[in-house]
């Protein structure tokens, strides 16, 4: 009896922690809302150099998990409509995965929630996302230029480091690499 009591329990607990997944967009859906249907989705792969992820982690004030990255880069006609970088890491212990939009310049465009699997309400807003479209990567801290939400900081907090992050390479490997 004691035993089935135990696998119940854990049955329900495994339960509850997937009822809380959810999951908003495919990596095909994340791209149309990113460059429009029908847009060229190319994948770039970013080899970093030593000296590149040292300079990123210090911009970004992150740890970098790899030296590879990889950036999807949308065009319509040959031009160049932005980049995307699909950034998963863990909140508290579950994960989110967010797609993290940049214009052709690096500037910050869009920031989509593709999965989260914490509880909703320690999700951050879409108006909170729309606060950071436009800032430059110093300011992109909490209670340093970003607001923290109030029952969400460490959703907050591990989405600015992935955003940080996202604009770090770009301006370090890739806007290099344009010059």
């Not at 460059?35 to 970004?60: C, N, P, R």
């Not at 579950?94 to 690096?106: A, N």
């Not at 907090?157 to 344009?178: C, F, N, P, W």
Request: aromatic fraction near 8%; proline fraction near 4%.
């Amino acid at each position: 009896m004691r035993k089935k009591s135990i696998l119940l329990f854990l049955s329900l607990s495994a339960l509850a922690s997937v009822a809380n997944a959810t999951v908003y967009y495919s990596k095909d859906e994340a791209f149309e809302l990113a460059f429009g249907a029908g847009a060229e989705v190319e994948s770039l792969s970013v080899f970093l150099t030593d000296g590149q992820a040292e300079q990123i982690e210090k911009t970004a004030q992150v740890k970098l998990d790899s030296k590879l990255y990889t950036f999807h880069v949308g065009k319509r006609g040959g031009q160049i409509l932005g980049y995307a970088a699909i950034e998963s890491h863990n909140v508290r212990t579950q994960p989110e995965t967010v797609m993290i939009l940049l214009s052709p310049t690096g500037e910050l465009r869009r920031v989509e929630m593709l999965a989260f699997h914490e509880p909703p309400e320690y999700q951050p807003p879409v108006r909170w996302f729309e606060r950071l479209y436009g800032r430059p990567i110093g300011d992109l801290r909490l209670n340093q230029g970003v607001d923290g939400i109030a029952g969400a900081s460490l959703s907050s907090h591990a989405s600015l480091d992935g955003i940080r992050k996202v604009m770090a390479i770009y301006q370090t490997a890739l806007k290099e690499g344009k010059n």
